[in-house]
């Protein structure tokens, strides 16, 4: 199972790599990043391995796949050890395009005339994307309030 939290960078970066991506943002010109506040994690909630790789997949086409998404607006993805690092705010426009392409698949879905076991199949794996897109859209916006990262755990 994946898991979606909420949490300090300190939990996945070491000092160095903090010091690295704090120094590459401020070169691309982003913000500077909000001081933890809060050593508390807070479970956004878990996924199915399957389903975190093909929401990611999604997300990858449009450059907004990463681990770690901070509560700050930078365009592109920062790669830090074997982590990408995005903004939560580009998360948040890309998931509204996300939206409206799992809803688009929904009809088609309803519309075509499947054998029963399919059309059952692909009705729960519909749910299954839409609750992944719930629940990253639910961990960015908590991150831009909360001003922590979001971790995705695999």
Same mark, same amino acid.
């Given at each position: 199972m +994946?898991e $979606?939290e909420?949490?300090?960078?300190?939990? &996945?970066?070491?000092?160095? =790599? $903090?010091?690295?991506?704090?120094a &590459?943002?401020d !070169?691309?010109? +982003?913000?500077k990043l909000?001081?933890?506040?809060d050593?508390? *994690?807070a479970? *956004?909630?878990?996924l199915?391995?399957?389903?975190l790789t093909? @929401?990611?997949?999604r997300?990858?086409?449009?450059? +907004?796949?990463?681990?770690?998404?901070l509560? *700050?607006e930078?365009?592109g993805?920062i790669?830090?050890?074997?982590?990408r690092?995005g903004?939560?705010?580009f998360?948040l426009d890309v998931l509204e395009e996300?939206?409206? =392409?799992?809803?688009?698949e929904d009809?088609?879905d309803?519309? =075509?005339?499947?054998?029963?076991d399919?059309? =059952?199949?692909?009705? $729960?794996h519909g !749910?299954e994307?839409? !609750?992944?897109?719930?629940? @990253? @859209?639910?961990g960015?916006?908590?991150a831009v309030? &909360?001003k922590?990262?979001?971790?995705? &755990?695999?």
């Amino acid at each position: 199972m +994946a898991e $979606i939290e909420i949490g300090p960078l300190t939990d &996945r970066l070491g000092d160095d =790599e $903090i010091a690295e991506l704090k120094a &590459r943002m401020d !070169r691309m010109g +982003a913000p500077k990043l909000p001081e933890d506040s809060d050593d508390e *994690v807070a479970s *956004v909630g878990d996924l199915d391995d399957d389903v975190l790789t093909e @929401f990611l997949d999604r997300l990858d086409g449009n450059d +907004a796949a990463a681990e770690i998404y901070l509560p *700050v607006e930078f365009d592109g993805a920062i790669e830090i050890g074997d982590l990408r690092v995005g903004s939560a705010q580009f998360l948040l426009d890309v998931l509204e395009e996300l939206k409206d =392409e799992l809803v688009a698949e929904d009809d088609e879905d309803e519309d =075509e005339d499947d054998d029963d076991d399919e059309d =059952e199949d692909q009705q $729960i794996h519909g !749910r299954e994307l839409k !609750r992944a897109w719930k629940l @990253f @859209f639910d961990g960015a916006t908590a991150a831009v309030l &909360r001003k922590l990262p979001l971790h995705i &755990r695999a």
